[in-house]
């Protein structure tokens, strides 16, 4: 069993950047960031593999988040940066054994950290 506990939520003004961080209570080989807005279906926003650095980010955040991972604090990152409005979701760390952009392939879910972007 795996605890993640997510960090760093809070409100921005659009343009500005915030910093995620989802501490794990194990060892996970993949770690990624989900996020859902309020009344949509949760999304994929990026990923991290823990054993060979490759990384998939989602086409809507691509080049301004920065997913990263600290394997001996077994903690992983989301830098958020240039934010929009759009972006104003709870997000979500999860980890499992599969490198993947679907939700259901991930075992271990975070509460959640509100990211609020004002325009």
């Known amino acids: 069993q795996v605890q993640l506990v997510e960090s760093g939520g809070g409100l921005v003004q659009a343009g500005e950047s915030l910093r995620l961080s989802c501490a794990a209570s194990g060892r996970s080989f993949v770690m990624g960031w989900f996020r859902q807005a309020p009344e949509k279906e949760r999304e994929f926003a990026a990923t991290i593999s823990g054993i060979t650095g490759r990384i998939n980010y989602a086409d809507s955040v691509k080049g301004r988040f920065i997913i990263s991972r600290d394997n001996a604090k077994n903690t992983v990152y989301l830098q958020m940066n240039s934010l929009k409005p759009e972006d104003t979701a709870v997000y979500f760390c999860?980890?499992?054994?599969?490198?993947?952009?679907?939700?259901?392939?991930?075992?271990?879910w975070g509460q959640g950290t509100q990211v609020t972007v004002s325009s």
């Open positions: 999860a980890a499992g054994p599969l490198f993947s952009t679907r939700s259901n392939d991930y075992i271990y």
